[in-house]
């Protein structure tokens, strides 16, 4: 968190004082944003990413004891399999034994978990060493401007030089340590929508497969009040997602909206850019894309699979039971009047139009309608910037 202060407090300090020094200066203090003559408001908004990062590590590693977060642990780190279903059991007279090839498959589900994760952490090397590539880029280009300008052959000018490095290390630093708190952020939120979608999946294939269950399957109270407890406790689970990973994700978004708005237009209008940058603002403008895709894609998926075994009951069996036919004296066989009551009041509070499902911060819940209507907002964004850009190049 200091490291990141000082970092935001230096970004500051350059969009304060860019206008009343050279580019000498600019080169001596690593100011990349002048050097590559992009708008000096790009440093305000490094200097307000750097305390958004450090939001972010006081929530992470501070006010992160939450049910989702533990979950996490458990499965990630102590490879406990208990949370996934079992599929088949053996029953003894005394005790029910677990079958080992069960027991097998949920620890395959936690080794795919672990897979997925180590897959996610060598993209991130990837980052790191394109990072530094740039860096590097970066340095020698200063240091041959440097040599132009004669900083080598006096002791000023090595001091200056020596100043640079400086400057450079500290941004390579606080970029390093954003890169660690969004690989930490994105770890924790990868690892839990894999655990819960593969429940919800678990859900889904037992008990709600029409294709392959229907038939087999006898419906019964003690079938409908485990779905029914399963989903009230994968309910309370999104709800700590929500309050902690959605939120942090929401503001991720919202602070880079401007930004990705920015460099779409610079990539799509501006030709005339070296290589190294067109490329670090396609890589950022990629990167950001995906992550607002793949975010509301599972924040979507979760309202879905939150809401399908209320659909399915609805639909397969609670209908059915309302027709004066055999199937209507199964029913009421299976469920008495207090039992049909709670269950209809289940029903009723998923199957509404105020759904479930994570929100955009303390707004709107994500649907895809709201995906569409925020896409729209940085499409007019988009359209905004460059029609500055244009008047501007015109004048």
């Known amino acids: ?159 200056n030089i020596i100043i640079e490095l400086f400057h450079l290390i500290l941004v390579i630093i606080g970029g390093q340590t954003c890169l660690d708190i969004s690989f930490i952020f994105g770890a924790c939120f990868i690892t839990i929508t894999m655990i819960l979608f593969t429940k919800f999946q678990q859900i889904k294939t037992k008990w709600l497969d029409r294709k392959k269950h229907v038939k087999s399957i006898k419906i019964n109270r003690k079938i409908i009040w485990n779905i029914r407890n399963r989903i009230i406790k994968m309910l309370i689970l999104i709800e700590s997602i929500d309050h902690t990973y959605g939120i942090l994700m929401f503001l991720f978004i919202l602070f880079n909206f401007p930004m990705n708005a920015y460099l779409t237009m610079i990539t799509i209008i501006t030709k005339t850019k070296p290589f190294t940058e067109q490329l670090l603002h396609q890589t950022i403008t990629i990167n950001q894309w995906s992550y607002i895709f793949v975010f509301h894609y599972i924040a979507i998926r979760f309202g879905y699979y939150l809401h399908l075994p209320s659909k399915y009951f609805i639909n397969r069996y609670y209908l059915k039971c309302t027709k004066p036919s055999t199937n209507r004296t199964t029913m009421m066989m299976i469920m008495n009047i207090r039992d049909r009551l709670q269950f209809s009041d289940w029903l009723e509070k998923f199957h509404t139009k105020k759904r479930y499902g994570l929100t955009y911060g303390r707004t709107n819940l994500i649907t895809m309608s709201t995906f569409v209507q925020v896409n729209f907002l940085n499409y007019l964004n988009f359209n905004s910037l460059k029609i500055v850009i244009f008047h501007s190049k015109k004048f």
């Open 1 to 159: 968190m200091f490291i990141l202060i000082i970092w935001s407090i230096r970004f500051l300090y350059m969009y304060l004082n860019t206008d009343n020094h050279s580019f000498e200066w600019h080169l001596i203090h690593f100011n990349p944003v002048k050097m590559a003559n992009i708008d000096n408001k790009l440093n305000l908004f490094n200097a307000s990413f750097g305390c958004l990062f450090v939001y972010f590590i006081y929530i992470l590693y501070f006010c992160n004891n939450t049910r989702a977060t533990q979950l996490i642990y458990r499965v990630l780190i102590d490879g406990d399999h208990r949370f996934f279903i079992r599929e088949k059991s053996s029953i003894d007279e005394q005790n029910i034994i677990v079958n080992d090839d069960d027991d097998y498959q949920r620890q395959k589900i936690v080794r795919r978990i672990r897979l997925w994760l180590t897959i996610y952490h060598q993209a991130f090397h990837f980052l790191y060493y394109a990072s530094y590539l740039l860096a590097i880029i970066y340095e020698i280009q200063i240091l041959m401007m440097l040599k132009k300008f004669g900083y080598f052959s006096s002791i000023p000018g090595i001091i």
